[in-house]
Nanobody, 115 residues
Framework: QVHLVESGGGLVQAGGSLRLSCAASGGLVVFDMMHWYRQAPGQQRDLVAGFARNGRPVYTDSVKGRFTISRDNAKTTVYLQMNSLKSEDTAVYYC?????????WGQGTQVTVSS
């Protein structure tokens, strides 16, 4: 059983930065694809950032220019650098990873941006 573990969430003032990390517990699983989603209260879970099949990062429009997704060379860990945070970025952020035909989700990490 693969367990994804996110870290790096917290409370930050508007304009601040946070860096989220996600890896499998134990840290030795090489995933095919990894993505970040978020879910605000009363809202659906939406894709924030991920990688296209050509390996290029893709972002939802609202975070372009502010968020950066990256992976370590071993492809075991995915990061989300979030800069210039806004109150509307407040949500639970979830890591999502594909391994073969299986998809895994982390437990989520809360990001709260105070205005």
């Amino acid at each position: 059983q693969v367990h994804l573990v996110e870290s790096g969430g917290g409370l930050v003032q508007a304009g601040g930065s946070l860096r989220l990390s996600c890896a499998a517990s134990g840290g030795l699983v090489v995933f095919d694809m990894m993505h970040w989603y978020r879910q605000a209260p009363g809202q659906q879970r939406d894709l924030v950032a991920g990688f296209a099949r050509n390996g290029r990062p893709v972002y939802t429009d609202s975070v372009k220019g502010r968020f950066t997704i990256s992976r370590d060379n071993a492809k075991t860990t995915v990061y989300l650098q979030m800069n210039s945070l806004k109150s509307e970025d407040t949500a639970v952020y979830y890591c999502n990873a594909d391994l073969g035909s299986d998809t895994y989700w982390g437990q989520g990490t809360q990001v709260t941006v105070s205005s």
